[in-house]
């Protein structure tokens, strides 16, 4: 069983005993939360922790208690008017568990994970955030000696103010500085049990200065011992099954989308192989058993999850000693319920919700991409001000269209030649690649469907000039179309022809040409329109190598300098982040005085570069930090500082002189393109970049002369080869 592989016992059992004392107040917390008496919160934390122990995949996740399920079915009780911690209540909540179990089951059944992860990150955080605010909003004024509010925010905001007229000071103190605690100690060391801590010392505090006696309110006393396990009431689950249906579907998603993504992302960090139909089964296990109990829904706490494998956690053995220790807290340490203060255990909960809060998700949207920050936050107010189905539906709506909007509009560019890289690179982000005369190479990235098919056609006929004869669509990322795309080709391809202009597919998989046949657009592949690459289709066009390259106008941005892998990972602001960096990085070296190694200059190269860095790239930028440190230092410290980069500028040239002619001959050929086009485009720099490069030239031919030699024949070839094609050409 890989949920038991690689015990530590020893380690496991005190992280179980730390996972189970960390869930006593945030289980009664949320047990409140949802509208039960707070020690059905520890009942929750027993059997269905076992139970998950005991069928998970996962090795090292927790399960229980938790934020999101518990707020969603105090919204339930609010929606069937059900007062919190009633005797309606206590016999309404196992009702909605055993639905929940019973749409996981079907989730079990029908393998719905893989429908899940159509719900997005952008929905899920504003659905969850906007659950949390809830919550929060409805405990903020037991903080201060008030009671819980309940509805929807404006509702609560309004009850907040309300709730004011009662505040209490001494309240206020304990559960105020109880979550000022929490979140310090969060941030000095998560691994302290800052709540379990203060949650004991607020329970000593009422038994020896009798709190109560000062107006602070406390929890009640709960009875020792483990209730028999029985079945929801079926009367009332006949009565409510229809209302309770749809909310508990929510109820069911939510739990299934945050633990199965969590549970994920934790084995992903430790190599663990995870059955996600196996994690399925261990949820409607865990519920059903939480049902037995008169429990709410249990899910997969991601911050008790955190706190255990930061101390190192390896099997579910914590999980069994966890359920095992809560058995014998219900069995022979409740007593210490009945002083624990209000204030301070909502100080505890309200710390926990704090955490599960993720704006800062929101905030990373917003600089990568508006529609799905407004997705966010779309998802949040609708919870907050409508409910929490109001905002799944509002947030799986809203990325429906965003989904359906993308896929209509997927990237697509005009192509040109590079002929140092021989390599075919879109116009609008490569400064090396040219249009061929009389050519058209249009690629487009995606589906081709019928929702996308119109754009697809008016980008390429908008491309098409009065001297075009050969329009090739390089469709290496097309990996499917459908019969309305089909059809459309062979009418591109048929109007073309009937302008006299040649139309080729070219550069996809094989997959596709079966997809053609079969929706009756064989006649592609039967005349010739259809070739394996770019090259072959120009071949058919009669156009062959070299190929003939329109001039770049002048009035066509160029960078400074002409990158190659850089250029491609970053586009059009390669040159001047390129440039940024190399600026940075001598300010930092002649800060630090040195440069340590080769090893640590290529780590610096590899943090800005992320891996997108070709040896033109490198090339170029020890130029330029050469460039940079004589700027900016004085010649002392500078000599020293070039010293190393010249070192690693001629350890460069060394691994690409046993590289093949053909890798030689394109850097060198690279190296001469930059020149020309920074001479044409900034001069002043260039003639700055000159001196830096030939002072390296220099000491290269004094320090490895055959390396020298070697790269000299390279160049005399090149030179040859360029004098024939200029003689050819004239």
Not at 361 to 366: H, V, Y
Request: overall charge neutral; glycine content about 8%; some cysteine.
């Amino acid at each position: 069983m890989p949920q038991f592989q690689n015990v530590k016992p020893l380690r496991d059992s005190l992280i179980g005993l730390v996972v189970a004392l960390i869930s006593i107040p945030i289980s009664m917390g949320y047990s409140q939360i949802a509208g039960l008496p707070p020690v059905y919160g520890l009942y929750g934390s027993v059997l269905p922790i076992l139970v998950f122990g005991l069928v998970t995949t996962s090795p090292r996740f927790v399960f229980g208690v938790d934020a999101a399920p518990a707020a969603l079915v105090g919204a339930i009780l609010v929606t069937l008017k059900i007062t919190p911690e009633s005797l309606e209540a206590i016999a309404a909540v196992p009702v909605i568990t055993l639905i929940t179990a019973g749409w996981l089951l079907l989730f079990w059944l029908f393998k719905a994970n893989t429908l899940l992860k159509y719900i997005s990150s952008p929905v899920m955080g504003g659905f969850i955030t906007g659950i949390s605010t809830t919550i929060i909003l409805m405990q903020l004024p037991k903080l201060f000696g008030g009671s819980a509010g309940a509805g929807e925010g404006l509702e609560l905001f309004a009850h907040i103010a309300e709730q004011l007229s009662l505040f209490h000071p001494l309240s206020f103190a304990l559960g105020a500085g109880t979550l000022l605690l929490i979140l310090v100690s969060k941030k000095l060391d998560p691994r302290i049990p800052t709540s379990v801590i203060l949650m004991l010392l607020g329970a000593l505090a009422s038994r020896v200065l009798n709190l109560q006696q000062y107006g602070v309110k406390l929890l009640p006393a709960v009875a020792a011992g483990l209730p028999l396990p029985k079945l929801p009431d079926a009367l009332l689950l006949r009565q409510l099954f229809r209302q309770l249906a749809m909310p508990c579907l929510t109820v069911a998603v939510v739990i299934t989308s945050e633990t199965l993504l969590a549970t994920n992302n934790f084995a992903m960090a430790h190599d663990d192989r995870i059955d996600p139909r196996r994690e399925l089964m261990a949820y409607t296990a865990g519920n059903f058993a939480s049902a037995l109990f008169g429990c709410l829904p249990v899910n997969g706490s991601i911050s008790r999850s955190g706190i255990a494998d930061q101390f190192g956690v390896s099997s579910q053995l914590m999980s069994i000693v966890a359920g095992l220790a809560m058995l014998g807290i219900l069995f022979f340490g409740t007593g210490f319920i009945a002083w624990l203060p209000v204030p301070v255990l909502t100080g505890i909960v309200i710390s926990a919700l704090i955490g599960t809060l993720e704006f800062h998700l929101a905030s990373k949207l917003r600089k990568a991409d508006w529609k799905e920050w407004f997705i966010f936050y779309a998802a949040f107010f609708a919870v907050l001000l409508f409910g929490t189905v109001y905002g799944v539906a509002v947030g799986v709506a809203l990325s429906a269209v965003v989904f359906i909007k993308r896929s209509s509009s997927p990237p697509s560019s005009l192509v040109g030649y590079d002929s140092v890289d021989d390599a075919f690179h879109p116009l609008d982000r490569s400064y090396g690649a040219a249009p061929i005369p009389t050519v058209v190479i249009y690629r487009f990235t995606g589906a081709l469907f019928y929702a996308n098919i119109d754009r697809f056609q008016e980008e390429l006929f908008a491309a098409v000039k009065e001297d075009t004869r050969t329009v090739i669509v390089d469709s290496a990322g097309i990996g499917s179309l459908d019969v309305t795309a089909a059809e459309r080709l062979l009418l591109i391809s048929r109007k073309l022809a009937d302008q006299g202009r040649r139309f080729y597919l070219a550069g996809h998989v094989g997959q596709l040409n079966d997809q053609l046949r079969a929706m009756g657009a064989g006649d592609l592949i039967y005349h010739g329109a259809v070739y394996r690459t770019i090259p072959l289709a120009l071949e058919a066009a009669g156009i062959h190598k070299p190929y003939p390259l329109e001039a770049v106008p002048e009035e066509k941005p160029l960078p400074q300098l002409h990158l190659s892998e850089y250029e491609w990972a970053f586009g059009k602001g390669a040159d001047k982040s390129l440039d940024a960096f190399a600026r940075e990085t001598a300010k930092r070296f002649l800060r630090a005085n040195t440069v340590d190694d080769n090893e640590s200059l290529y780590d610096e190269q590899l943090r800005f570069s992320d891996g997108y860095w070709a040896p033109a790239d490198e090339d170029t930028f020890l130029n330029l930090l050469a460039l940079h440190l004589e700027e900016n230092g004085d010649p002392e410290q500078v000599d020293k500082l070039l010293d190393r980069i010249f070192a690693h500028h001629l350890e460069l040239e060394r691994r690409l002189i046993d590289a093949p002619d053909e890798v030689l001959t394109r850097f060198i050929r690279r190296r001469r393109a930059r020149r020309e086009r920074m001479k044409r485009q900034n001069p002043r720099l260039y003639e700055r970049y000159i001196l830096a490069q030939e002072k390296y030239f220099t000491e290269r031919a004094w320090e490895d002369p055959e390396l020298d030699r070697r790269i000299a024949a390279v160049k005399a070839r090149i030179d040859r080869e360029d004098a024939e094609k200029d003689a050819e050409a004239k």
